[in-house]
């Protein structure tokens, strides 16, 4: 049977660990859609094609003559097949080239949307930007982009918050055991790390935190590159749902001088919420951040450095209903609202296609994991019932 949607990944080529949540939205996509995946390859050919777009753009000022003059990738499709719905999903814009790979995408497909993981005002290369003018509809993870992106493409740009695989990062239960007290990867303060160390040591506690490398000219990336995507995204998901505490903060928290007020949410709140974890630090200090997170305690302020955080945690230690109630408001809301089934309906919903077979057994699956963190099922002889 000829698949009705196409997606095109970078997955073959792109493997730095951020960009596995991309993947998780391609996977979901696929499994609800029976979609048809494309794989861009040969990264080197494409950046060779890339380099001569460019320098052809650059001395032509048309994008058609440089379409011309540029070879394709080695690595091209070409589709012998028509699709109801072309969508690429991408971490960043210099992975639009990428479109290389599927030359004739544009004569097969009805529809074409994609999008964009993360994108920054400050850094839209037109030349590849104006790739876009051929979708019917742009989407972007990063909420203060739109209206420039729109100008540039020309195209309608719609703000599309990233999201989680809700039924991998849930737990079991509400009361599931939690042998990790506080999980802190990714951007970090020196000053609350080096405190939960010593909290760790005088409480023989469990402490996960990263070990690899600070990068970057300025030292304060932490990256690295997975063989799985999967893989990685499976022991994410294991490691949060068994964590008591997860610190999360808004995007580049240790960068203000880079967002510039622009504060964006970062997968973080999404993964921590549906793990059912207790989120603490500093969430973005917007109205759209209230917006999605409108729940109590969703994110239980911690300043960024925080030398005094043993005390902070054995404060909120003290209230364990509290930090009950916050684990099933968490788990339940990201069931009811940040799942990439709910991404997927917006797509959807914006270029008039009509829900799969795929998404409405995803739906009922995740109304099935809220009923389980419902503030009034309570349990009743090893049953859980609703009041």
């Known amino acids: 049977m000829q698949a009705k949607v196409l997606l095109l990944s970078q997955r073959r080529i792109a493997d730095l660990v951020a960009f596995c949540i991309a993947y998780e939205f391609e996977d979901t ?27 052809a753009r650059l001395a032509s000022g048309s994008p058609g003559v440089a379409r011309r003059l540029a070879p394709y990738p080695r690595s091209k499709v070409v589709l012998e097949n028509d699709f109801e719905l072309f969508f690429p999903v991408f971490s960043h814009i210099y992975e639009l080239y990428s479109l290389a790979t599927i030359p004739n995408w544009r004569q097969r497909c ?19 930007l104006e790739l876009l003018s051929a979708f019917d509809h742009v989407f972007l ?24 695989d809700v039924p991998r990062f849930t737990p079991a239960s509400p009361d599931q055991p939690r042998p990790i007290d506080v999980c802190n990867i990714g951007r970090r303060s020196l000053v609350t790390h080096q405190a939960l160390l010593k909290e760790a040591e005088r409480q023989l506690s469990f402490y996960y935190y990263d070990t690899v490398a600070a990068s970057g000219t300025d030292l304060k990336h932490r990256t690295f590159r997975v063989d799985s995507p999967q893989e990685h995204r499976r022991m994410l998901a294991t490691i949060l749902k068994h964590s008591r505490y997860f610190i999360a903060h808004r995007s580049y928290v240790n960068r203000p001088e880079f967002t510039e007020g622009r504060e964006e949410i970062s997968a973080r709140f999404y993964e921590g919420a549906a793990a059912g974890t207790v989120m603490i630090g500093e969430a973005p200090r917007v109205e759209e951040f209230k917006r999605q997170f409108d729940w109590p305690d969703a994110v239980i302020h911690v300043p960024f450095d925080s030398p005094d955080i043993g005390r902070i945690l054995a404060d909120l230690d003290g209230d364990r209903e509290r930090l009950r109630a916050v684990r099933r408001n968490n788990a339940r809301e990201a069931a009811l609202r940040h799942d990439w089934l709910h991404r997927i309906q917006v797509v959807f919903d914006v270029l008039g296609l009509a829900p799969t077979d795929g998404m409405r057994a995803r739906a009922q699956q995740l109304d099935q994991i809220a009923s389980r963190f419902d503030r009034r099922a309570e349990v009743d002889n090893g049953h859980i019932t609703t009041a």
């Not at 861009?40 to 777009?53: C, H, I, V």
């Not at 009805?110 to 590849?128: G, Q």
């Not at 993870?141 to 989680?164: D, K, M």
């Open 29 to 55: 996509f696929a499994a609800v859609t029976d979609a048809q995946r494309i794989d861009a390859t040969d990264l080197s050919g494409l950046e060779f094609s890339r380099r001569a777009y460019k320098l």
């Open 110 to 128: 009805r529809k074409a949307a994609c999008y964009i993981t993360e994108v920054w005002s400050d850094m839209l290369p037109e030349y590849l």
């Open 141 to 164: 993870g990063s909420r203060y982009s739109v209206q420039e992106v729109a100008r540039i493409t020309g195209r309608p740009c719609t703000y599309l918050p990233l999201a989680v």
